[in-house]
């Protein structure tokens, strides 16, 4: 059975900085392609970030225009695990994170299929 799961959300202030993670289970994770997506309050689930499977030693990461150069993906997968490092955090990136995989491609826009999903966890940013 495949499993994504979530952690390391929480309560931050504007300006400071988070790390969630997605840890895989069930799954050859190094044959996926590995994404974040976010639900805010009152919107819909958008592309976040996606980083490719590694191939000689290097993954190729693509970001949403609204968290380039803030966010940073990345993936070990001598772990099984995803990350999302989330620097100078924003009110507007309150929302629920969630982890996809696909043996394919992550899409960065809608809709949104990806083989598996994670149940999701909350960032919240307080101005």
């Known amino acids: 059975q495949v499993q994504l799961v979530e952690s390391g959300g929480g309560l931050v202030q504007a300006g400071e900085s988070l790390r969630v993670s997605c840890a895989a289970s069930?799954?050859?994770?190094?044959?996926?392609?590995m994404g974040w997506f976010r639900q805010g309050p009152g919107k819909e689930r958008e592309f976040v970030a996606a980083i490719s499977r590694i191939t000689w030693s290097s993954s190729r990461t693509y970001y949403a225009d609204s968290v380039k150069g803030r966010f940073t993906i990345s993936r070990d997968d001598a772990k099984n695990t995803m990350f999302l490092q989330m620097n100078n955090l924003k009110p507007e990136d309150t929302a629920v994170y969630y982890c996809?995989?696909?043996?394919?491609?992550?899409?960065?826009?809608?809709?949104?299929?990806?083989?598996?999903w994670g149940q999701g966890t909350q960032v919240t940013v307080s101005s």
């Open positions: 996809a995989a696909d043996s394919s491609k992550i899409p960065n826009n809608g809709p949104y299929e990806c083989d598996y």
């Open positions: 069930g799954l050859t994770f190094s044959r996926y392609v």
